[in-house]
């Protein structure tokens, strides 16, 4: 059975971007260099805002990620300091290129997870996305990354350019022995934002027709699934990470973020000055998330309203969840 995995108000994660550099240019790219910075950021200053971002008290889940993080060379020894300081998981999202000799300089038992980024289950369909010899150089890597024991999962980002492809995906992450699928749905930011973001967006019926059958079927192959709820029924209960959870989204000039769909605007609720996490003055995202409309998430209605749908009367026919909150299907066992 799909379970909705409630935010957990005992864990924290920390999503890293140590650069927002990329040897990619994928066409939905959610980075935005001229809000969130071009630099890279010193291992020295990671290690600090690492210091400053762990809890003493609440468990800490670690994502590196960009940009490319394998791009940044001290990546390796970033993984390690985090493990000394006590990071409950630590994951590194890569475009699968593995850059630096990440896969000789880390151990398997030092990081959790490789989550790596294929929008296809061909060339043809990821290279559209992803650039030319993106397929073959990822697929590649994670078969690379397999065979030295680390833990692989594969994400993919669904949009109208792709899902009809989805289907496939379980046949090929069994074939390449990866047991953990998170399939993404597009958000308009970033590079999408700038292409033509109508060409993008999946409607209810086009979601819900496909992604949880196709995430079904992944389980029954012994895959593990999680994806983001995205719809809700009108009476269904909303909640906004941005109150009930703890989210840290922190880039190279310094801004946090508690919520993703926010970061094409300086809207960041942090920044790091000397080192020190200083709260922003408002208007910052911590104001938005208090606001209670009926479509659901605020944001949402403001960056992407393309997924939402109104009756005759003016009323949103059912709310947009928050961006984060996940649904699960655990792999069946054999
Ligand atoms: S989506 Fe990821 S892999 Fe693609 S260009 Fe952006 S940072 Fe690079
Ligand atoms: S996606 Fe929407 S609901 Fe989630 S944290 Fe952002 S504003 Fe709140």
Redesign the pocket.
């Known amino acids: 059975m799909a379970k909705t995995v409630a935010f957990q108000k005992k864990a924290r994660n920390v999503f890293f971007h140590i650069l927002?550099r990329?040897?990619?240019?994928?066409r939905?790219?959610?980075?935005n260099p001229a809000q969130q910075g071009k630099g890279t950021l010193p291992a020295k200053t990671v290690k600090r805002w690492l210091e400053v971002l762990i809890h003493g008290e609440k468990e800490t889940n670690l994502i590196f990620i960009?940009?490319?993080p394998t791009l940044h060379p001290d990546l390796p020894l970033l993984v390690k300091a985090a493990r000394r300081m006590g990071y409950a998981s630590i994951t590194v999202d890569t475009?699968g290129f593995f850059f630096n000799r990440i896969l000789e300089k880390v151990h398997p038992e030092e990081l959790d997870y490789f989550s790596v980024?294929l929008d296809g289950s061909c060339e043809e369909v990821n290279d559209f996305v992803?650039g030319k010899g993106s397929y073959d150089k990822c697929v590649g890597g994670i078969e690379k990354a397999l065979a030295k024991g680390f833990n692989v999962s594969l994400i993919y980002t669904v949009s109208q350019w792709n899902i009809h492809d989805l289907k496939n995906m379980p046949d090929v992450l069994k074939a390449l022995g990866v047991d953990r699928f998170y399939i993404q749905v597009i958000g308009i930011r970033?590079?999408s934002a700038q292409e033509k973001k109508d060409e993008l967006q999946l409607t209810r019926k086009a979601w819900t027709a496909v992604v949880p059958k196709v995430a079904y079927r992944a389980a029954r192959l012994g895959i593990h699934v999680t994806y983001p709820k995205v719809f809700l029924d009108s009476s269904s209960r909303f909640e906004c990470a941005g109150l009930v959870a703890d989210n840290y989204f922190v880039f190279p000039n310094g801004r946090v973020y508690q919520c993703p769909l926010c970061e094409d605007f300086p809207l960041h609720a942090y920044v790091f000055e000397k080192n020190k996490l200083a709260p922003t003055p408002p208007i910052n995202e911590n104001n938005l998330f208090q606001l209670s409309i009926p479509e659901g998430c605020v944001m949402n209605k403001l960056i992407q309203p393309g997924n939402l749908t109104y009756d005759k009367r003016g009323r949103p026919k059912y709310k947009v969840a928050c961006c984060l909150l996940k649904e699960e299907i655990r792999a069946e066992r054999k």
Not at 22 to 26: A, F, G, V
Not at 28 to 31: A, F, G, S, V
């Open positions: 927002t990329c040897n990619l240019k994928c939905h790219c959610y980075i960009g940009g490319e475009n980024g992803r970033g590079r």
